[in-house]
C-alpha cells in the first residue's frame, strides 16, 4: 500500500518546491534556520504537509483499494491482486481471476472473503514450500 502513495508524494514535493521557487526560496531559508529550530520545521511542519498532501491525491485518484496477496498452492510463489478503483476506472467486482506468476495455476482471488481458492475443477499438485 506504501508503493500506491509515491506518484502523490513526487507531485507533492514537485508542488513544494514550485512553491519555494514561486516564493523567493523563502522556504529553503527557512529550513536553513539554527541547528534546533530547522530540524523542528522540516520534522514536525514540512513534512507532514507532504505527507497529508500526498495521502490526499492518493485518495482522490484511488478509491476503495485492497491488495490481496497469497501463495500458490502449487508452488509457493507470493501472488498479487488489486481491488479498487482508480480514476472512476472500477475493477469489476469482487472476484480476480489471475494464473499464477511462475507455474501458471489459475487463482481465484475473493475481495469479500479475502481468500484465494483454486477455480472449480482444477487440481493443485502440492509440491509443499521448502
Known amino acids: 500500500m506504501v508503493l500506491l502513495n509515491v506518484?502523490?508524494?513526487?507531485?507533492?514535493?514537485?508542488?513544494?518546491f514550485f512553491l519555494d521557487d514561486l516564493t523567493g526560496f523563502e522556504i529553503t531559508?527557512?529550513?536553513?534556520l539554527p541547528k534546533p529550530f530547522s530540524f523542528i520545521f522540516t520534522w514536525f511542519a514540512a513534512v507532514p504537509l507532504i505527507v497529508w498532501l500526498a495521502q490526499s491525491l492518493t485518495k482522490l485518484v484511488v478509491k476503495d483499494s485492497l491488495i490481496l496477496k497469497g501463495l500458490c498452492p502449487n508452488c509457493g510463489t507470493e501472488n498479487v491482486s488489486f481491488f479498487g478503483t482508480i480514476l472512476s476506472?472500477?475493477?469489476g467486482g469482487t472476484a480476480?481471476?489471475?494464473?499464477?506468476?511462475?507455474?501458471?495455476?489459475?487463482?481465484e482471488?475473493?475481495?469479500?472473503?479475502r481468500l484465494i481458492t483454486l477455480p472449480e475443477g482444477t487440481q493443485a499438485l502440492f509440491r509443499g514450500i521448502y
Not at 506518484?7 to 513544494?16: D, I, K, N, R
Not at 480476480?96 to 511462475?102: F, G, I, R
Open 7 to 16: 506518484p502523490a508524494t513526487v507531485v507533492a514535493l514537485g508542488l513544494f
Open 29 to 32: 531559508y527557512v529550513l536553513e
Open 89 to 91: 476506472i472500477s475493477d
Open 96 to 107: 480476480n481471476t489471475l494464473k499464477c506468476s511462475n507455474c501458471g495455476t489459475p487463482l
Open 109 to 113: 482471488y475473493n475481495s469479500k472473503t
